[in-house]
């Protein structure tokens, strides 16, 4: 068992910036056993969609329509907490959604209960 609490969420003006951190937590073999962590939003009305992901092995992916603007990175050096963070630049009103972070461990998601951004334009 896996959970995770994202945080950094807020409003924040178009053209502005937040940092968004998730904390998976979980025993050593549930933390060690984690292929991917990602980044996910959803905009009221809208489906949920991949924003940014990066794998055990510090693969990183993006969706298109945030490329060069956003940046995940991770922290797993401790055994029982995996940190994941999203750098969020050049912020647009249309990102303007939930974000939810989502651990995949062993074929199993763990998601969180999400962080709200609002952007203002």
């Known amino acids: 068992q896996v959970q995770v609490v994202e945080s950094g969420g807020g409003l924040v003006q178009a053209g502005g910036s937040l940092r968004l951190s998730c904390a998976a937590s979980?025993?050593?073999?549930?933390?060690?056993?984690?292929?991917?962590m990602g980044w996910y939003r959803q905009a009221p009305g809208k489906q949920r969609e991949l924003v940014a992901a990066?794998?055990?092995?510090?693969?990183?992916?993006?969706?298109d329509s945030v490329k060069g603007r956003f940046t995940i990175s991770r922290d797993n050096a401790m055994n029982t907490v995996y940190m994941v963070y999203l750098q969020v630049n050049s912020l647009k009103f249309e990102d303007t959604a939930v974000y939810y972070c989502?651990?995949?461990?062993?074929?199993?998601?763990?998601w969180g209960q999400g962080t709200q951004v609002n952007v203002s334009s």
């Open positions: 989502d651990a995949l461990v062993r074929g199993t998601h763990f």
């Open positions: 979980g025993s050593i073999f549930s933390i060690s056993s984690i292929n991917t």
């Open positions: 990066i794998t055990s092995v510090g693969i990183t992916n993006y969706a």
